[in-house]
């Protein structure tokens, strides 16, 4: 490779569709990987470096199902959808299905990993570092349950282990899409009407409900923002 680039672009796109949003992610990352054919056929002198993004949004009331996820663990039907003023697609991601909605951080890094580290299990971990960091600046001690990715509270001994955080990622020629959904103070109710990630046995929470108030999500995302910054070294540009 000829130039390893750090600087990475964050985008903040506010409330957002998830159609509207995949769309956006799904343009952003084809010109990476376009870019990266291209770079094969031009000798070093001439390659063009790959841009990275660092993108952060809330959507509306959504569920989405991953490549290996199974329909029925959606408990609504179309007309519970409708009540629930809630969209359903399935996506090509990994994992099983899971819910997006309002005072969720949703993170979408679009990364070329060869400008960090070629190993997306690293990768996941990162994501999943820069959440525990961030609830660890609560007072909020989380962590991982080996065979499960996402981040978890009271996951050592297993007992009312609840998920804070889902993940679900993307990756083609080392370009990432997709990413995390950070509970910080979603509406618990739609995760009754999921089994999530395909999880029947442990139950969801979010950062307000641990605390017992109301964090400022700008302040959360900024925490957030800067721990995924010093793990994989940015030069981020605002």
């Not at 000829?2 to 409330?15: D, R, S, W």
């Not at 949004?57 to 991953?66: D, I, K, M, W």
Request: with cysteine; hydrophobic share 35%; net charge negative.
């Amino acid at each position: 490779m000829a130039v390893q680039n750090k600087k990475t672009k964050f985008i903040h796109l506010g409330l957002m569709d998830y159609q509207e949003a995949w769309d956006y992610q799904e343009a952003v990352f084809k010109r990476s990987v376009d870019q990266k054919i291209a770079n094969r056929k031009l000798p070093e002198s001439e390659q063009k470096v790959v841009d990275n993004y660092l993108i952060f949004c809330q959507h509306p009331h959504v569920f989405t199902l991953g490549k290996s996820g199974k329909p029925e663990h959606l408990l609504l039907d179309e007309d519970g959808l409708d009540e629930k003023e809630a969209t359903y697609y399935k996506i090509n991601r990994g994992g099983d299905i899971t819910y997006h909605g309002p005072g969720q951080i949703v993170g979408y890094p679009i990364l070329d990993l060869d400008n960090f580290f070629t190993d997306i299990h690293k990768y996941l971990r990162y994501l999943e570092e820069a959440i525990i960091l961030t609830l660890k600046d609560y007072g909020v001690t989380g962590g991982r349950i080996p065979g499960l990715t996402g981040v978890w509270i009271d996951h050592e001994d297993e007992v009312n282990t609840r998920k804070i955080c889902a993940l679900g990622v993307k990756s083609s020629r080392w370009v990432t899409m997709h990413g995390f959904a950070f509970n910080v103070h979603a509406d618990l109710n739609y995760f009754g009407y999921i089994v999530p990630c395909g999880i029947d046995d442990k139950a969801v929470t979010s950062l307000d409900k641990e605390l017992g108030y109301k964090p400022d999500m700008a302040e959360v995302e900024q925490r957030l923002k800067g721990h995924l910054v010093d793990l994989f070294e940015m030069e981020l540009e605002e």
